[in-house]
Protein backbone atom coordinates (compact mmCIF):
# COMPACT_ATOMS: atom_id res chain seq x y z
CA UNK A 1 0.00 0.00 0.00
CA UNK A 2 1.16 3.52 -0.67
CA UNK A 3 1.22 6.08 2.03
CA UNK A 4 2.27 10.12 2.21
CA UNK A 5 3.31 11.91 5.45
CA UNK A 6 3.02 15.51 5.39
CA UNK A 7 4.48 16.29 8.90
CA UNK A 8 3.84 19.86 9.09
CA UNK A 9 0.10 21.05 9.65
CA UNK A 10 1.16 24.48 9.45
CA UNK A 11 3.94 26.78 7.72
CA UNK A 12 4.69 29.90 8.62
CA UNK A 13 6.59 32.42 6.33
CA UNK A 14 7.28 36.28 6.11
CA UNK A 15 6.99 37.04 2.64
CA UNK A 16 10.29 37.18 0.87
CA UNK A 17 11.90 34.81 2.64
CA UNK A 18 12.17 30.88 1.58
CA UNK A 19 9.44 28.43 1.66
CA UNK A 20 9.57 24.65 2.46
CA UNK A 21 6.69 21.98 2.50
CA UNK A 22 7.78 18.51 3.56
CA UNK A 23 6.92 15.53 2.38
CA UNK A 24 7.36 12.02 2.85
CA UNK A 25 6.27 8.88 1.08
CA UNK A 26 6.10 5.30 0.66
CA UNK A 27 4.90 3.20 -2.44
CA UNK A 28 6.31 -0.63 -3.87
CA UNK A 29 8.98 0.05 -6.20
CA UNK A 30 9.67 3.67 -8.29
CA UNK A 31 7.22 6.45 -7.23
CA UNK A 32 5.44 9.28 -9.76
CA UNK A 33 5.11 12.26 -7.03
CA UNK A 34 3.14 15.35 -7.31
CA UNK A 35 2.42 18.44 -5.28
CA UNK A 36 -0.99 20.12 -5.92
CA UNK A 37 -1.96 23.54 -3.90
CA UNK A 38 -6.09 24.02 -3.24
CA UNK A 39 -7.21 27.60 -2.56
CA UNK A 40 -10.26 28.14 -0.93
CA UNK A 41 -13.26 27.04 -2.44
CA UNK A 42 -11.25 25.94 -4.92
CA UNK A 43 -10.38 22.82 -6.71
CA UNK A 44 -6.82 21.02 -6.63
CA UNK A 45 -4.26 22.17 -8.81
CA UNK A 46 -1.70 20.85 -10.28
CA UNK A 47 1.64 22.26 -9.04
CA UNK A 48 4.63 19.91 -10.63
CA UNK A 49 5.27 16.44 -10.91
CA UNK A 50 8.20 13.67 -10.86
CA UNK A 51 8.03 10.98 -13.03
CA UNK A 52 11.87 10.21 -13.81
CA UNK A 53 15.55 12.23 -14.78
CA UNK A 54 16.62 15.01 -12.97
CA UNK A 55 16.21 15.11 -9.06
CA UNK A 56 14.52 18.51 -9.04
CA UNK A 57 11.99 19.81 -10.95
CA UNK A 58 10.65 23.15 -11.54
CA UNK A 59 7.07 23.59 -11.86
CA UNK A 60 4.34 26.46 -11.91
CA UNK A 61 4.48 29.98 -10.11
CA UNK A 62 8.25 29.41 -9.22
CA UNK A 63 7.80 26.50 -7.25
CA UNK A 64 10.39 23.71 -7.41
CA UNK A 65 10.26 20.10 -5.45
CA UNK A 66 13.64 17.97 -5.12
CA UNK A 67 13.27 13.75 -4.82
CA UNK A 68 15.52 12.08 -2.62
CA UNK A 69 14.79 8.35 -3.21
CA UNK A 70 17.06 7.12 -0.14
CA UNK A 71 14.97 9.75 1.62
CA UNK A 72 11.70 8.99 0.11
CA UNK A 73 11.29 12.34 0.37
CA UNK A 74 9.56 15.07 -2.16
CA UNK A 75 9.80 18.16 -0.69
CA UNK A 76 8.38 21.14 -2.13
CA UNK A 77 10.44 25.07 -1.85
CA UNK A 78 9.79 27.75 -3.24
CA UNK A 79 13.17 31.10 -2.81
CA UNK A 80 11.25 33.71 -1.91
CA UNK A 81 7.28 32.91 -0.75
CA UNK A 82 4.60 35.76 -1.67
CA UNK A 83 1.47 36.33 0.33
CA UNK A 84 -0.45 34.97 -2.58
CA UNK A 85 1.25 32.00 -2.17
CA UNK A 86 -0.47 31.09 0.97
CA UNK A 87 -2.82 28.00 0.51
CA UNK A 88 -3.48 24.15 0.83
CA UNK A 89 -0.71 22.32 -0.01
CA UNK A 90 -0.81 18.72 -0.50
CA UNK A 91 1.65 15.80 -2.13
CA UNK A 92 0.67 13.06 -3.67
CA UNK A 93 2.15 9.18 -4.92
CA UNK A 94 1.08 7.11 -7.55
CA UNK A 95 2.81 3.61 -7.97
CA UNK A 96 5.04 3.14 -11.07
CA UNK A 97 3.52 2.35 -14.29
CA UNK A 98 1.06 3.15 -16.68
CA UNK A 99 -1.40 6.09 -16.30
CA UNK A 100 -4.63 6.11 -15.11
CA UNK A 101 -3.44 4.99 -11.23
CA UNK A 102 -4.72 6.42 -8.56
CA UNK A 103 -3.43 9.26 -6.75
CA UNK A 104 -2.78 8.53 -2.15
CA UNK A 105 -2.62 11.91 -0.79
CA UNK A 106 -0.83 13.92 2.18
CA UNK A 107 -3.06 15.20 5.06
CA UNK A 108 -2.20 18.46 3.36
CA UNK A 109 -0.10 21.69 4.98
CA UNK A 110 -1.49 25.15 5.28
CA UNK A 111 0.50 27.98 4.07
CA UNK A 112 0.73 31.27 5.49
CA UNK A 113 2.83 34.10 4.42
CA UNK A 114 2.76 36.79 5.83
CA UNK A 115 3.61 40.65 4.78
CA UNK B 1 -7.09 26.49 -21.02
CA UNK B 2 -9.47 23.68 -20.81
CA UNK B 3 -10.52 22.57 -17.55
CA UNK B 4 -12.93 20.38 -15.99
CA UNK B 5 -15.93 21.12 -14.45
CA UNK B 6 -18.20 19.90 -12.07
CA UNK B 7 -22.32 20.88 -11.40
CA UNK B 8 -23.91 21.41 -8.96
CA UNK B 9 -21.37 23.29 -6.81
CA UNK B 10 -23.24 22.43 -4.20
CA UNK B 11 -25.74 19.80 -2.90
CA UNK B 12 -28.08 19.38 -0.26
CA UNK B 13 -29.89 16.45 0.43
CA UNK B 14 -31.87 14.54 2.76
CA UNK B 15 -30.64 10.73 3.95
CA UNK B 16 -31.60 8.36 2.06
CA UNK B 17 -32.11 10.03 -0.83
CA UNK B 18 -30.29 9.46 -4.43
CA UNK B 19 -27.69 12.15 -5.54
CA UNK B 20 -26.19 11.82 -9.15
CA UNK B 21 -22.90 14.43 -9.37
CA UNK B 22 -22.07 15.38 -12.87
CA UNK B 23 -18.63 16.23 -14.51
CA UNK B 24 -17.44 17.15 -17.42
CA UNK B 25 -13.91 15.99 -18.06
CA UNK B 26 -11.53 17.97 -20.50
CA UNK B 27 -12.16 16.75 -23.85
CA UNK B 28 -9.40 14.70 -25.29
CA UNK B 29 -8.68 12.80 -21.58
CA UNK B 30 -9.04 9.27 -21.43
CA UNK B 31 -9.12 8.45 -17.57
CA UNK B 32 -10.83 9.54 -15.26
CA UNK B 33 -11.23 9.58 -11.66
CA UNK B 34 -13.96 10.61 -8.47
CA UNK B 35 -12.68 11.53 -5.01
CA UNK B 36 -13.53 13.09 -2.07
CA UNK B 37 -12.91 15.42 1.04
CA UNK B 38 -14.65 14.87 3.98
CA UNK B 39 -14.10 18.24 5.80
CA UNK B 40 -10.57 18.84 7.95
CA UNK B 41 -9.46 15.16 6.03
CA UNK B 42 -7.53 13.75 3.29
CA UNK B 43 -8.54 13.77 0.00
CA UNK B 44 -9.28 10.29 -0.79
CA UNK B 45 -9.58 8.32 -4.05
CA UNK B 46 -13.12 6.82 -4.65
CA UNK B 47 -12.79 5.15 -8.17
CA UNK B 48 -11.23 5.08 -11.58
CA UNK B 49 -12.68 5.01 -14.81
CA UNK B 50 -11.13 4.08 -18.44
CA UNK B 51 -12.47 2.61 -21.81
CA UNK B 52 -16.03 2.61 -20.16
CA UNK B 53 -15.02 0.54 -17.36
CA UNK B 54 -14.03 1.06 -14.06
CA UNK B 55 -10.38 0.52 -13.68
CA UNK B 56 -9.76 0.66 -9.82
CA UNK B 57 -12.18 1.50 -6.60
CA UNK B 58 -11.22 1.77 -3.46
CA UNK B 59 -13.53 0.14 -0.22
CA UNK B 60 -15.26 3.33 -0.17
CA UNK B 61 -16.50 2.57 -3.30
CA UNK B 62 -19.51 -0.30 -2.00
CA UNK B 63 -22.58 -0.68 -4.04
CA UNK B 64 -24.53 2.44 -2.69
CA UNK B 65 -22.19 4.08 -5.48
CA UNK B 66 -22.00 4.17 -9.06
CA UNK B 67 -20.16 5.53 -11.92
CA UNK B 68 -20.95 6.53 -15.79
CA UNK B 69 -20.07 8.32 -19.07
CA UNK B 70 -23.70 8.52 -20.70
CA UNK B 71 -22.21 10.46 -23.29
CA UNK B 72 -18.97 11.43 -24.67
CA UNK B 73 -18.67 13.92 -22.86
CA UNK B 74 -19.97 13.78 -19.07
CA UNK B 75 -18.98 11.36 -16.39
CA UNK B 76 -21.21 10.92 -13.36
CA UNK B 77 -21.40 9.64 -9.47
CA UNK B 78 -24.59 8.53 -8.44
CA UNK B 79 -24.94 7.87 -4.79
CA UNK B 80 -28.13 5.69 -4.32
CA UNK B 81 -29.20 5.82 -0.53
CA UNK B 82 -27.28 8.98 0.98
CA UNK B 83 -25.55 9.14 4.61
CA UNK B 84 -24.69 11.50 7.01
CA UNK B 85 -21.02 10.65 6.68
CA UNK B 86 -21.18 10.87 2.77
CA UNK B 87 -21.69 14.28 3.21
CA UNK B 88 -18.19 15.82 2.08
CA UNK B 89 -16.77 17.42 -1.41
CA UNK B 90 -16.46 15.45 -4.22
CA UNK B 91 -13.70 16.07 -6.84
CA UNK B 92 -13.55 14.84 -10.26
CA UNK B 93 -10.25 14.56 -12.41
CA UNK B 94 -9.12 13.24 -15.51
CA UNK B 95 -5.67 12.21 -17.21
CA UNK B 96 -4.73 12.70 -20.42
CA UNK B 97 -3.55 9.74 -23.02
CA UNK B 98 0.55 8.74 -22.92
CA UNK B 99 2.53 9.91 -20.50
CA UNK B 100 1.30 12.87 -18.64
CA UNK B 101 0.57 11.45 -15.50
CA UNK B 102 -1.05 14.19 -13.08
CA UNK B 103 -4.53 14.36 -13.08
CA UNK B 104 -6.74 17.62 -13.58
CA UNK B 105 -9.54 18.04 -11.15
CA UNK B 106 -12.44 20.23 -11.54
CA UNK B 107 -13.73 22.43 -8.50
CA UNK B 108 -15.74 20.10 -6.82
CA UNK B 109 -19.53 19.56 -5.53
CA UNK B 110 -20.06 20.13 -2.03
CA UNK B 111 -22.21 17.55 -0.79
CA UNK B 112 -24.58 18.28 2.39
CA UNK B 113 -26.60 14.93 3.40
CA UNK B 114 -29.02 16.25 6.55
Known amino acids: AQSVAQPEDQVNVAEGNPLTVKCTYS??????LFWYVQYPNRGLQFLLKYITGDNLVKGSYGFEAEFNKSQTSFHLKKPSALVSDSALYFCAVSPWGAAGNKLTFGGGTRVLVKP | EPEVTQTPSHQVTQMGQEVILRCVPI?????FYWYRQILGQKVEFLVSFYNNEISEKSEIFDDQFSVERPDGSNFTLKIRSTKLEDSAMYFCASTPAGASYEQYFGPGTRLTVT
Open chain 2, 27 to 31: SNHLY
Open chain 1, 27 to 32: VSGNPY
